[in-house]
């Protein structure tokens, strides 16, 4: 854990604490069907954590699940987070840039291609 804080211009980094992935037995992310930023590790004691976002909670449980898929294969479990938004092959996951935002610009785009086109009498 990094303890972060800004003094005049320069930015200041302090380690905290150290943890094992391979101690980590379990994420829990409190609340999955709120935006919420708050979730708890679970060590040999659990810690009470908050990200910056709900967006960056999501992406540290995923880069763990990838972690420990790619080098433990240890089964921990990661509980109280919507499964949709863990998974990347998932069509509205955030890796995959926000395909809703997307989906709605081109809509825009298309709609005043459409206006741009037409006349006016």
């Not at 040999?44 to 990200?51: D, G, P, Q």
């Not at 987070?81 to 069509?91: G, H, K, M, R, V």
């Not at 610009?105 to 086109?117: G, K």
Request: overall charge negative.
């Amino acid at each position: 854990m990094v303890k972060h804080w800004r003094m005049d211009q320069e930015e200041k980094y302090e380690i905290v604490e150290k943890w094992f992935l391979k101690d980590l037995e379990m994420i829990d992310g409190k609340e999955a069907d709120t935006d919420n930023p708050y979730f708890d590790m679970h060590f040999h004691k659990v810690y009470n954590m908050e990200a910056y976002s709900c967006a960056s909670k999501y992406t540290f449980a995923r880069t763990l699940s990838k972690l420990n898929a790619m080098y433990l294969k240890k089964d921990f479990k990661i509980v109280n987070f919507d499964d949709t938004y863990l998974n990347d092959d998932s069509i509205w996951s955030s890796s995959n840039r926000d395909f809703i935002v997307v989906m709605k610009v081109c809509f825009y785009a298309f709609s005043l291609l459409c206006l741009s086109l037409c006349r006016l009498s």
